[in-house]
């Protein structure tokens, strides 16, 4: 087993405070509406669920960067060698 020091590297991703400002839900909503064929729902079903969808991406997404950004900023990760056995069991 070896231990590797590295820091998690994200390009270009803005922080949580600006992330929200700068993310139109309407938009991604309208993209999963036409893109996710929800219009066999009806209109207003269909736009619901795509809200719905949008929101719950966006939600997951910011999540993951409190999280990150309230880690420490070096991560340990351990990686572990695996050994190969000849036999099936």
């Known amino acids: 087993m070896a231990k590797q ?4 590297t994200i390009s270009r ?3 949580s ?9 309407d938009q991604l909503a309208d993209t999963f509406f036409r893109s996710e064929t929800l219009n066999k729902f009806g209109r207003e079903q269909g736009r619901k669920i795509a809200k719905a969808m949008a929101l719950s991406l966006v939600t997951s997404q910011y999540l993951d960067m409190l999280m990150l950004e309230t880690t420490e900023p070096e991560l340990e990760l351990e990686l572990y060698e695996l050994e190969i056995s000849p036999t099936l069991h």
């Open 17 to 25: 405070e600006t992330f929200l400002k700068e993310t139109d839900i």
């Open 5 to 8: 020091k590295s820091k998690p």
């Open 13 to 15: 991703m803005p922080n």
